[in-house]
């Protein structure tokens, strides 16, 4: 298991890195990006997620839905093949909640 690490690369990017599951998100992880939605768009690199799992999934729509009740948006870069299937058989695909500029998800 790597832990979860979020690093702030710019003033609105964000990269995240190491495992995104049950065993690596805490209270600390969940709340941690909250306190930074500060700017329109918000972008997040997942680039360098390397192990996602269903917790993973919901911790990215618990910060959806938080931008989303503050008038902000995620955009996400780099969304693992992992993720992109997850979101798939969940059927989120067709929420349109997952938005990015690399790769088609929905559908």
């Known amino acids: 298991m790597t832990t979860l690490s979020i690093i702030k690369s710019s003033e609105n990017h964000y990269s995240l890195s190491g495992d995104l599951s049950f065993q690596t998100i805490t209270a600390k992880t969940i709340n941690e990006l909250k306190a930074q939605l500060?700017?329109?768009?918000?972008?997040?690199?997942?680039?360098a997620?390397?192990?996602?799992?269903?917790a993973g999934v919901a911790l990215l729509i618990k910060w959806i839905k938080?931008?989303?009740a503050h008038q902000q948006e995620l955009l996400f870069d780099a969304i693992p093949t992992q993720l992109a299937a997850l979101i798939?058989?969940?059927?989120?695909?067709?929420?349109?909640?997952?938005?990015?500029?690399d790769i088609e998800i929905n559908g």
């Open 49 to 54: 997620v390397q192990k996602i799992d269903s």
């Open 38 to 47: 500060i700017l329109f768009p918000t972008y997040i690199d997942l680039q």
């Open 66 to 68: 938080f931008a989303h």
């Open 88 to 101: 798939k058989l969940s059927y989120l695909s067709d929420c349109d909640l997952f938005k990015t500029q």
